[in-house]
């Protein structure tokens, strides 16, 4: 069955410096693969996706994930975090679509000024 | 992507009442969702809302429960009936664009049942 796990609760970085956020994923063929974001009180906005070719993947605020089969891992990173970025961030899979996402259980993120 | 908008934001119910949350969006659609994010967790789909048929729910889920109305391709609504303290949730309208083979979600609905 398909998972996805995301193995920190919580994590705190300081303003500038750099992210990365872990996912890993559980399915048997090629998933696709989404970060979203969801700040206090809103919905969730989509960072990114991968579905196929360039395992290194451009998203919207600067971040961008890279997806590793050998590892099953599609972790999301960003090189100077910024205080907006304080949120939970959750990653996804889809079984080959992206109907029935699969939700990991979300990364809070603290930013220290 | 989509503009997707919910009604209400959010509500303060007594038990034993039913809400009834409305999800439109600004483009026809053929796939409609409805999420509930239980407080501090994940998201966990309740159905799948199909247009011009009844709704598919997951396991967990019943239709007593959670009544899902699609009357065409921009529009649907999802009933939480006779609320207990246990459905206080924030739950989340999305929609596939096909094109795009991606979701998007709404604002949410935040539901507290006293």
């Known amino acids: 069955a398909q998972s996805v796990t995301q193995p920190d609760i919580h994590i705190t970085v300081s303003e500038g410096a750099s992210l990365e956020l872990r996912c890993n994923y559980s399915y048997g063929a090629t998933p696709y693969l989404f970060w979203y974001v969801q700040s206090p009180g809103q919905g969730l906005q989509l960072l990114l996706k991968y579905f196929s070719g360039d395992t290194l993947v451009q998203g919207i605020k600067g971040f961008e994930a890279e997806f590793k089969r050998s590892q099953s891992s599609f972790n999301l990173r960003k090189p100077s975090v910024h205080w907006s970025d304080a949120a939970e961030y959750f990653c996804a899979v889809g079984a080959g679509s992206s109907y029935k996402l699969i939700f990991g259980s979300g990364t809070r993120l603290l930013v220290r000024p | 992507s989509a503009v997707i908008s919910q009604k209400p934001s959010r509500d303060i119910c007594q038990r034993g009442t039913s809400l009834t949350i409305q999800c439109q969006v600004d483009?026809?659609?053929?796939?409609m969702f409805w999420y509930r994010q239980q407080p501090g967790q994940s998201l966990t789909l309740i159905a799948t809302?199909?247009?011009?048929?009844?709704?598919?729910?997951e396991s967990g889920f019943v239709i007593d429960k959670f009544p899902i109305s699609r009357p065409n391709l921009t529009f649907s609504t999802l009933t939480v009936s006779n609320m207990s303290p246990e459905d206080s949730s924030i739950y989340l309208c999305s929609v596939e664009v096909a094109s795009q083979e991606t979701q998007y979600f709404g604002p949410g609905t935040r539901l507290l049942v006293l």
């Open positions: 809302a199909n247009q011009g048929s009844e709704a598919t729910y």
């Open positions: 483009s026809q659609v053929t796939m």
